[in-house]
C-alpha cells in the first residue's frame, strides 16, 4: 500500500512536470528514473525488513598447533577446512585461527584476552594434548581450562569443548585422570562436546606428517569431516 500510495503520487507529480516541460522531455526522464530507483530502495529495503538480514557468526578456534595447521599450506590447516565444509552446507560463518603451536593450556588462558574478539560470538576449545605430552599434573590442567571456559561464558559466548585422551605411556593413573577430565567439564558447563579431537587419526602413518603426531592435509580433512555435526550444534546454540 506505502508503495502505491507513492506511485500515485509520484505519477500525479510526473503529469504536472509533462506539462510544463512538454518542449524538452528531460527532466520527465530523470523524474521517472528517481521514482524508479525510489521503488527499488524501499522494495529491497522491504525485503530486508520482512527476512531480516543474516549476520555471520564468527567462530574463534583456541588451540595449540592442531588449530594453528602445524607443518600445512594456509588452506590446509584446520580452520580453513572447516571454514570451507561449513560453508559448504549453507552457514554463514567466519572462522578464525586462534591455535599457537606448542600452546598449553595454561598459554591458552594467558592470552585469552586479545584472541577473544568483541566481534566473537562462539568458541572451540581444543587445548590440553600438550600438557599431556609434557606430563604436566592433570588438576593443573582442569584449573586452567575451568578458567578459560567460566571467563567465555561470562562473556555470553557459546563454548565448544574438544577433548584429548592421554598416551598410554603415561601410565595408568595418568591416564585414567587425565581422560576423564574434558567429559567432567562438558557436563558441569553444559558444553557442546567432542570427546576426542583426533578421532580417526592418530597413530595412522598415512593420515600424519613425519613425526606421527600432527596431521596432514587428509587427516585434517578426516577431522573436520568426523567434528562437523559437533560444530553445527555448537551454531545451532549461537545468536551472532
Not at 31 to 44: N, S, V
Not at 45 to 62: C, D, I, W
Not at 116 to 136: W, Y
Amino acid at each position: 500500500m506505502v508503495f502505491l500510495y507513492m506511485a500515485d503520487k509520484t505519477n500525479a507529480r510526473l503529469s504536472y512536470i509533462e506539462r510544463e516541460t512538454a518542449s524538452n522531455p528531460l527532466p520527465v526522464l530523470f523524474a521517472r528514473l528517481g521514482l524508479f530507483t525510489l521503488l527499488i530502495a524501499l522494495w529491497m529495503s522491504a525485503l530486508s525488513f520482512a527476512y531480516g538480514e543474516t549476520k555471520p557468526v564468527h567462530l574463534v578456534a583456541l588451540g595449540d598447533s592442531l588449530t594453528a595447521g602445524y607443518g600445512l599450506a594456509p588452506r590446509d590447516g584446520f580452520t580453513a577446512q572447516l571454514q570451507a565444509a561449513l560453508t559448504e552446507r549453507g552457514h554463514q560463518v567466519t572462522v578464525h585461527n586462534g591455535g599457537v603451536s606448542g600452546d598449553t593450556s595454561a598459554g591458552g588462558l594467558a592470552r585469552l584476552d586479545w584472541v577473544i574478539g568483541p566481534e566473537t560470538d562462539a568458541v572451540i576449545v581444543e587445548l590440553g594434548a600438550n600438557d599431556m605430552l609434557r606430563g604436566i599434573a592433570p588438576h593443573v590442567t582442569d584449573k586452567n581450562l575451568r578458567q578459560i571456559i567460566e571467563t567465555l561464558q561470562a562473556k555470553g559466548l557459546e563454548v565448544m569443548l574438544a577433548g584429548m585422551l592421554a598416551a598410554p605411556n603415561l601410565g595408568a593413573p595418568y591416564e585414567a585422570q587425565f581422560n576423564r577430565l574434558y567429559p567432567q567439564l562438558a557436563k558441569q558447563y553444559g558444553l557442546v562436546f567432542y570427546p576426542f579431537f583426533l578421532d580417526g587419526v592418530a597413530g595412522d602413518p598415512k593420515l600424519n606428517l613425519g613425526d606421527r603426531i600432527h596431521p596432514n592435509a587428509q587427516g585434517i580433512e578426516v577431522i573436520v569431516n568426523n567434528i562437523l555435526p559437533t560444530v553445527e550444534k555448537l551454531l545451532a546454540r549461537t545468536t551472532p
